[in-house]
Structures are given as C-alpha cells and as structure tokens.
C-alpha cells in the first residue's frame, strides 16, 4: 500500500516536471519551450533583452509569451496592445514582479518598483498630485536658475559637459524633493548619492543576481555564500541614512520659513508638501522614503537623455544647424529662450521627440505585474504573469515608421506621432513614459526641463565631434555609440561646445549673476 502511495506521488512529481515550462493553450503564441525550463535557456541577458524580443516579435507578433519554468512573461510590441492590455485594465496589469532582493533593499516601497498595495497608492496619489503640471509651473524659477548655471558651466569647462549635466538634474530633483539644490558635482553627498544610485540600479534591475525568486532556497544562503543579500541590507542602510539627512535638513527648513515666505511657498518641496498632510509618524516615513526614490528617478533618466541630445547634436550637424535657426529666428540674441517660446519652435519640438524614439531610456519599459487574468482578442494573460512593453521594437518597426533606423526629425513635422499615414491610431505622446496606473508621475516635470534645456543649449552653443589630437580629425561617433542595459545611455564620450558669439556669452554671464540670488536661497 505504502509502495504503491509513493509510486503515484513519484509519477505525480515526473507528470509535474513534464508539464513545467510548456505554454498553455491560451496564451499567445511564442518560441518552443523545452520541459522544466520552458524559454529560460534561451532568454536573452537583460542588456540585448529588447534586441531579442524585437526579433521575436516579427516572427511572433505585437504579443508573444515567455515560459521561465512555471512563471510566464508576455511582451507587447504595439501602442495598441499596451492600451487595451495594461491602460484599460486599471490595476489589473499595473504591479510590478515581486522580487524578494528589491523587497530587501527598499522595504517594498520603491515607487517605481515596489509591488502594488493599498498603501503605495496613496504615496502615488501624493506624488502625482505634487508633480501636477500646476505645480511643476511653480518649480519654473528654480529651474530656469539652475539651466542657467548648466549653461555657465559648460561655457567655462565644455569638457565636464556630462558631469555637469549629471549635477544639473541631480540638483533640480533635489530641490523638487527635499527643497536642497547641488551646488557643485564634487559635492561629497553628491557623489555618494551617485553610488548608491548606481547600486540601487544593479539591485533592482532583473539578471544582475541569482534569481531567488524563481529558486526561494536561495534567500536562507548565509551572507558568505550569497554577496547579494549583504549588498542589498547594507543599500538600505545606507540610503536610510542619507534620507534621514536629507529629510532633517528639509523639515528644520519648513518650520523655520514664515508663512509670508513667498519663495518658501514657490519651491515647496515634496517633504513640505506631505509634512502639511495628516499622517502618522510611521505613515510619514514611509511617504518620505519615496522622495528620495524620486531623486534617484529625476537624476538619472533625463539627465541620461540630455546627453543623447549632445551627442545627436554633434552627430548631426545639419539638424542642429536647422534648429538654430528656428530659435534665432524666435528668441533672438538679447535673451536666453524661455518656457513659453517652445509652442512656437516646432522643429525643436520634433528634434526632442526623435531623440527619444532613436534611443529611448527605457527600451523594454519597466515590467508590469497582472493581479487577474486579462483578456485580449483570443488569449488569456493569466493572474501573476510579468508584462513587458517593448518601446524599443515599438519605434524601430517599419510597418509603422519609414526607415526606423534613421535619424529623421522631420517625420514629426509630417505626423504628430512620426508614423506613416494611418499608423498613429494608438499611438499617444507620453508612451516613453510607462503605462496605466504606474505611468511616470514626473512627466510634466521632465517635459519641461527638456524643453527649456534644449532650447538653451542650441540657443548657446555649438556642438560639433571633438578632434582627436593625433589625427587632427574629428572622433566618428554614431547611433551605436550606447551601453546596453535596462537603461539606455551613451558611453562615455568627448565633444566640442563653443559659444556660438559673444553677445551669447555676456547674456549668459548677466544671466547666471541674476540666477545666483534665487540659487542661494536654496543651499544648505
């Protein structure tokens, strides 16, 4: 009786591991998968990830499933299957994978990639309503203050370009999230801050450590045998103890500042906002931890995109030269560019745009988790399935774009999204910046600081390749010149930037003298 018992369980566990890893009959189609692993022996590393599943999706279509073991991912490839599948469905696809290591190092309250719970959506709701296009006008001075002493820096050292465009948007964050700006790049909370952005990323990021999730045994390894776990304790610890910092300063601020404090009121920081709200002391540390999950965000992404613009500026000459002349033509040479010049630049509107669709940040999105079972055309996207948007296959189709691998700003000037006639249907301008209820919070804010840095840089200066000493020749740069990853950014690289006259100059130079006063106002 007892042989015949553990016989049926031992065919039971065997019927089990056949059954591991094949694709059920609902889902969408997608490569063969083998017993146990399912597609895990041919899934691609997470840095040529969005090069694979661009692959698979002209052979499989705008969505296709991913068997890993008995875990299942479903990629989408069009605007369209993004909308019905993760816009409309509201809460439904808008979690994020749980991954125990992310859990650890961020106490499950990274904004962008904590789990969905009651009590994360009152932090969005808190944070979408303080990064609100109103609010986000409110910032405009500061904003305009600190691209006028990003404009100062790279006309006195053009060649720390990329380390001032760093300490740029690391201090507009800083001052949008704990009321602090960054006076210099080699501020020592400054660059630690940038380690631990940098490890924050390697942590959360899928593929960087063994995949514990997939393999639970994994989190019971001692800290000798399992580096990762000591890695991702000793970030939280850190990143609590900067915050603590931040936030102290913030708070010693607000209850200082006079209520007829008109600056105090303009650049009302993310600490002030949420300290007028009535939470609890165990709510409010929790709240506050996302601001410093928002300065991670707001310092690496746009600030990762203003370099793509320097190096297309100077890889394009041509481009650059047109859009020169569409500013010339609107701002003149007596002040720098403001906000309100852009509605009428719409070149320079369409230059920023293709910059984004040639490299987006983010090519495979940031990945979707369902709570229930989805139905789109004739697939179910079951309960606990990962859902990856794949911007990147997106915008380099041809059936939707006219020769996607080149770099074309007037393709936005012919159609709104840069489509070919009739393929913009889905299609929606903020599609880089997520989907459904985790849509970036921060968009109007990046928006603005995009537009107004581009227009002054062009406004500024010229960008052309640098010369390499040797050869006396410009250093060739292209398209490829990106390291791959979860997030795309150029490698490290040297260009020219000239002031483009003298009159720029002086009016850079009487600008920065008047910047200085509201700058000031915010350093600790």
């Known amino acids: 009786m007892i042989a015949t018992f553990l016989a049926l369980v031992f065919v039971g566990c065997i019927a089990r591991l056949l059954i591991t890893g094949r694709r059920e009959r609902t889902l969408p189609p997608g490569p063969p998968t083998i017993p146990i692993l399912g597609n895990l022996h041919i899934l691609p590393q997470v840095d040529q990830s969005h090069l694979k599943f661009t692959e698979w999706a002209r052979r499989y279509g705008d969505i296709f499933s991913i068997k890993i073991a008995s875990n299942t991912m479903v990629v989408l490839s069009s605007a369209t299957a993004i909308k019905e599948i993760v816009d409309k469905s509201s809460w439904i696809a808008s979690s994020r994978p749980p991954k125990y290591i992310s859990i650890l190092s961020a106490g499950g309250y990274h904004v962008l990639f904590a789990c969905d719970t009651p009590l994360l959506r009152k932090i969005r709701k808190a944070i979408a309503r303080f990064l609100s296009p109103a609010h986000a006008m409110r910032h405009s001075p500061i904003r305009s203050a600190e691209s006028t002493q990003l404009l100062y820096e790279l006309m006195t050292h053009p060649e720390d370009f990329s380390k001032s465009i760093g300490r740029y948007m690391h201090s507009i964050a800083m001052l949008t999230t704990y009321g602090q700006r960054v006076p210099s790049a080699a501020s020592p909370n400054a660059q630690y801050f940038m380690e631990l952005l940098h490890q924050s990323m390697r942590i959360h990021v899928h593929g960087n450590f063994p995949p514990i999730d997939l393999i639970p045994v994994l989190k019971y390894l001692p800290e000798r045998w399992a580096p990762w776990l000591a890695i991702s304790r000793r970030s939280r610890a850190q990143t609590a103890a900067l915050h603590s910092e931040f936030t102290e300063v913030a708070i010693s601020h607000v209850s200082s500042a006079k209520p007829e404090d008109d600056t105090a009121r303009q650049g009302e920081c993310f600490i002030s906002y949420i300290s ?6 165990e ?22 995109y203003l370099r793509s613009l320097v190096l297309i500026l100077a890889v394009y000459p041509e481009y650059q030269e047109r859009a020169r002349q569409e500013i010339d033509d609107v701002v003149g040479l007596a002040r ?9 630049m719409p070149f320079i509107n369409a230059l920023i745009k293709e910059v984004t669709r040639i490299q987006p940040i983010f090519p495979t999105g ?3 988790y369902t709570t229930e079972d989805i139905r789109y055309k004739d697939y179910i996207i079951p309960k606990n399935t990962t859902v990856i948007m794949n911007i990147y296959s997106i915008f380099r189709n041809p059936d939707i774009f006219d020769e996607p691998e080149v770099f074309n700003p007037e393709r936005y000037i012919q159609s709104e999204h840069g489509t070919r006639d009739g393929m913009d249907t889905d299609f929606r301008d903020n599609l880089i910046f997520g989907a459904g209820r985790r849509i970036c919070a921060g968009e109007s804010m990046a928006r603005n600081t995009i537009q107004l840095t581009a227009m002054r840089l062009i406004w500024a200066f010229s960008f052309s390749s640098a010369v390499d000493p040797q050869t006396s020749r410009p250093v060739p740069r292209d398209l490829d010149f ?3 990853g979860f997030m795309t950014t150029p490698h490290p690289f040297r260009c020219t930037i000239q002031v483009r006259s003298g009159d720029r100059r002086e009016v850079i130079l009487r600008a920065f003298d008047d910047a200085k006063e509201v700058l000031q106002r915010y350093e600790r």
């Open 276 to 281: 007028k709200m009535r939470l609890s002391p």
């Open 283 to 304: 709510e409010f540390d929790t709240f506050s931890y996302s601001a410093f999950t928002l300065t991670e965000a707001g310092t690496d992404t746009t600030a990762t």
């Open 482 to 484: 990106y390291e791959p």
């Open 336 to 344: 720098l560019p403001e906000l309100a010049d852009f509605s009428q």
């Open 366 to 368: 940031i990945p979707h």
